[in-house]
């Protein structure tokens, strides 16, 4: 029942047209939305309404959400299930938004970016711009945070989202397995490519390692092409091609 309605609201959504002034902030805030093709434009524009009138985005620590803030981070989700689909983020209720670091209980220091079990993420606003100014260093915490959220779709933050099929599950905790044990023992290759917080857990190690794929996909490609070959075949991107 509650997917039928879902899906109800998704077509209602998408009947709507897209707002012109939105297409100025991906352009003016986006890099990678410049690169889509024609064909491939139309579904992230489409998806990209749907989960910004979909999901509820809250302002806190004094800051006013906009439509600017709302279609942005709708982009970076976005960006993450355009070959997949929306349905990777049904359990996804509210995006809360702080204008910089934020604190959270039980944590020491200024927190970034944090996926909860509950269905919701908080971002620091300071920090999903600062990730996409810098498309090619490896580190974006919208992307992370978001890639939590994938991975959680299948009930349990375990570094295994819901793959294609059921075939891919082997090759996945393989490659996944290998190249995260290799981090944490600190090996060259590994770490010319992924951020040593990758190391801490599995789930961690999925987040890191699709920052690098969409950021340093060549690097990627070059020195651990296994782990960017499971990514790939699960995302649907090719970005070392620029596709």
Do not use: C
Not at 112 to 120: I, Q
Not at 128 to 143: E, F, K, M, Q, S
Request: aromatic share 14%; charged share 25%.
């Amino acid at each position: 029942m509650f997917s039928f309605i879902r899906q109800f609201r998704r077509r209602r959504l998408l009947r709507r047209p897209f707002p012109e002034a939105w297409l100025g902030y991906l352009d003016a805030r986006v890099p990678f939305f410049r690169t889509l093709s024609p064909e491939l434009r139309q579904s992230f524009l489409d998806k990209l309404k749907v989960f910004a009138w979909e999901k509820e985005f809250i302002g806190a620590g004094g800051l006013e959400v906009t439509d600017e803030i709302r279609v942005v981070i709708s982009a970076t989700a976005v960006q993450l299930v355009v070959h997949l689909g929306l349905s990777y983020y049904d359990r996804l209720r509210e995006v809360i938004v702080y204008p910089s670091a934020f604190r959270i209980p039980d944590r020491t220091g200024g927190v970034l970016g944090e996926a909860k079990n509950w269905g919701s993420v908080i971002l620091s606003w300071e920090s999903v711009l600062a990730g996409l100014r810098n498309p090619g260093d490896g580190h974006d915490t919208a992307t992370h945070e978001f890639a939590h959220v994938l991975d959680r779709a299948d009930g349990a933050f375990d570094g295994t989202p819901n793959l294609r099929a059921y075939s891919h599950y082997r090759a996945w905790s393989a490659v996944m397995s290998e190249h995260f044990h290799k981090l944490q023992q600190g090996q060259r290759r590994e770490r010319q490519v992924l951020d040593d917080y990758g190391g801490l857990n599995e789930a961690e190690f999925f987040a890191v390692a699709t920052e690098s794929f969409f950021e340093k996909p060549r690097q990627m490609q070059k020195k651990t092409p296994e782990l960017y070959e499971e990514l790939k075949r699960f995302y649907g991107w090719d970005p070392a091609a620029g596709t």
